[in-house]
């Protein structure tokens, strides 16, 4: 016997209704992400920039410039299986916007931390902080939950290209906020993490007010109502509950990307002072680097839908491999253009991940 989910609420049930309805919503959520994925992007950035620079200027050692970005990781580790059950629960509108708001709150607490040279907060709040990556990271899922199986990839990209505007502008503006900082009593270094503080609290509220109704559980009632119409499951849904070996290849593929790319560019900006350059060169690399991880992904997005996951896992492994040789073995103005290559690689294997993700996860929820 079949039956229909127990509540559904009115507004909801005219989006299950009509499928018109749910192109549009699918429209406008994808918009409302990159809107969203504009402010993210220049608040994750501040991190990756001056994290370890501040982490040396406080401790007045090197020993320890690897710990900012451990911890943000691990604090993003943290708040991505909290973020996760929040939107299961409650929708990806109260999910993302508490996520993002408390990315901005660790920002918030780095500040103070630069401001009384208090490294023991500084390291708390840089894993509050985290929140806001990994928020980020979750946030495009916003605009595939109503797409159809062959435009996720696609989808998407157009949220991480947008990405690209705001987490290159950001560490560019490095100047600029140190500037403003200083002006205000905060360590230059404190600077961007102005920036961050005001950028996850933006991205924070345009999900909060603008995400209705919410494309998560709109898709989830369709689903339920179509489980309901039919109890027996067909055999694709089958093939993606039951494709957890996919699952755990996407999910070594950005292990491994990420201990190449962190490792790299953690140290990056020391390496670079220790050459001379100034904070403004250091942000221009950043820039360069964050922006070859995350605009080439509308092109590799297309290709994951096109020639397939492995195709393009295969092909990033190759151009990793060559990123780590021309970073290795080119003289020192030629190691930032390694840095680009391993940023193009990162790019492609998260296209690869977020779709092994996203297959195995979005489609049964």
Request: hydrophobic share 50%; charged share 10%.
């Amino acid at each position: 016997m079949t039956h229909e989910p127990q509540v559904i609420d009115s507004h909801i049930r005219q989006y299950i209704d009509s499928t018109d309805l749910q192109w549009k919503l699918y429209k406008r959520s994808l918009l409302i992400v990159v809107l969203s994925q504009i402010f993210g992007g220049a608040g994750l950035a501040a991190g990756v920039t001056v994290g370890a620079l501040l982490a040396q200027e406080m401790l007045g050692t090197e020993s320890f410039a690897g710990v900012p970005a451990a911890l943000f990781t691990l604090g993003s580790a943290a708040a991505a299986l909290l973020v996760g059950r929040l939107s299961e629960h409650y929708g990806r509108r109260l999910g993302l916007a508490a996520g993002f708001f408390a990315g901005g709150l660790g920002a918030l607490g780095v500040i103070l931390a630069a401001v009384n040279n208090s490294v023991v907060l500084l390291f708390i709040s840089l894993l509050i902080y985290g929140a806001g990556t990994a928020t980020n990271l979750q946030a495009r899922y916003a605009g595939t939950d109503l797409a159809k199986p062959n435009q996720r990839a696609k989808a998407i990209s157009i949220a991480m290209v947008s990405t690209t505007l705001g987490a290159v502008a950001g560490p560019n503006m490095v100047n600029i906020t140190g500037d403003f900082a200083t002006s205000i009593g905060v360590p230059a270094l404190g600077g961007p993490f102005i920036l961050a503080a005001a950028a996850y609290i933006f991205a924070g509220l345009v999900f909060f007010i603008f995400l209705r109704p919410d494309p998560y559980v709109v898709a989830k009632a369709v689903f339920e109502v179509q489980q309901s119409l039919d109890q027996k499951v067909d055999e694709g849904t089958r093939v993606q509950r039951s494709n957890i070996s996919g699952l755990v290849v996407g999910a070594t593929v950005m292990i491994l990307t990420q201990i190449v790319m962190i490792a790299i560019m953690t140290m990056t900006p020391i390496h670079m002072k220790h050459h001379g350059h100034s904070l403004g060169d250091v942000g221009l690399v950043i820039g360069i680097h964050i922006g070859s991880m995350f605009f080439p992904s509308l092109i590799t997005g297309v290709l994951v839908d096109k020639i397939g996951r492995t195709a393009m896992s295969i092909a990033s492994g190759g151009v990793l491999l060559i990123a780590g040789i021309v970073a290795a073995a080119a003289p020192p103005p030629g190691f930032y253009g390694g840095i680009g290559y391993c940023s193009i690689a990162a790019r492609d294997r998260l296209e690869f991940w977020l779709n092994q993700w996203d297959s195995n996860y979005c489609r049964c929820s």
